[in-house]
């Protein structure tokens, strides 16, 4: 004996069908998520590494030409840009001296500048050039790699935006500065630049400037 299926057996039998495809496309979207969110990841901390080798060979390349040249170098970083480079300035340029230190910041009592100014002022300093020997182009961070801050060395507090300068001298010296890059899986890596041999120590996490420096000890 055939029995028809009634309207409400019609809907029910709909309704479990929808539902069963409901939950097959929540488990298909967990499953994609779970596969490409350490993906990501791992194409992040690729880049982190590339990023972190890179800065260390246009630094340590800075600190041979100084000493081939005889000319002061800088690298020059573009905090908002994540743009970095090597500049040059003549070989008479002088280190700042105690005396001369004293007479900037008496100067500087007098003159009241904003950050972007005193930036300005130190990007437009006489004689700095970019020097186009070493490195004919500006070298930019991978994506989702930016600048977290840099701290030259003296500086009171972390630069977070603008441009920040590491100078490296003929005679054979560096300032000693940290360098902070994080990317968007919030990994952290600090490069510490040390001012004798003008070579780069990285370490995967965030390190203060005391923590940083005492690491390399």
């Known amino acids: 004996m055939n029995f028809k ?15 069963i495809e409901l939950v097959i ?4 979207i967990a499953l994609i998520f779970s596969i490409a969110i350490p993906s990501l990841n791992s194409v992040f901390k690729v880049s982190m590494n590339a990023a972190t080798r890179e800065m260390a060979t246009v630094i340590k390349q800075a600190y041979n030409s100084a000493m081939v040249t005889r000319k002061v170098h800088r690298v020059a970083f573009d905090l908002k840009e994540g743009k970095y480079w090597i500049e040059s300035g003549p070989a008479t340029l002088l280190l700042d001296t105690a005396e001369s230190k004293e007479r900037e910041e008496r100067r500087k009592r007098f003159q009241i500048r904003s950050k972007e100014e005193e930036q300005a002022a130190a990007a437009s300093q006489p004689g700095f050039s970019q020097e186009t020997a070493v490195s004919r182009s500006k070298s930019s961070l991978p994506n989702g790699v930016s ?6 060395e003296g500086a009171e507090e ?3 935006e603008g441009l920040a300068y590491l100078h490296i001298f003929p005679h054979g010296l560096a300032e000693q500065a940290i360098i902070h890059l994080k990317d968007k899986s ?13 070579k780069t120590k990285s370490f995967g996490r965030y390190l203060t400037g005391k923590e940083a420096y005492e690491a390399q000890d």
Do not use: C, M, Y
């Open 158 to 160: 972390p630069i977070r």
């Open 5 to 19: 299926r009634t309207t409400g057996e019609k809907a029910l039998g709909n309704a479990g069908l929808t539902l």
């Open 25 to 28: 496309v929540i488990s298909l």
């Open 186 to 198: 919030n990994h952290h890596v600090t490069l510490v630049v040390q001012p004798v041999v003008g």
């Open 147 to 152: 600048f977290e801050d840099v701290i030259p």
